[in-house]
């Protein structure tokens, strides 16, 4: 039977990797008119999470730099 815990952090890594896909879409192949800030607004609206939004950022700028 799975804990309590382990649901829960099951969930947030699936949604962190739903918003990573999300993300990924922007830039498939590593190029993109969209810029990281344009990307940032289109997950508030989407996922409607400042949380993702916060995240999104965290992660595009690690895989795209700043």
Known sequence: MEKQGEF????????????EDF?????????????IDEVIDEVDKYFKSTMASEYAEKYLESILGK
Not at 9 to 15: L, Q, V
Not at 23 to 35: N, Q
């Open 23 to 35: 993300c990924d879409a922007y830039f498939y192949g590593g190029d993109s008119e969209f810029t």
């Open 8 to 19: 829960e952090m099951s969930k947030m890594k699936s949604y962190m990797m739903d918003v």
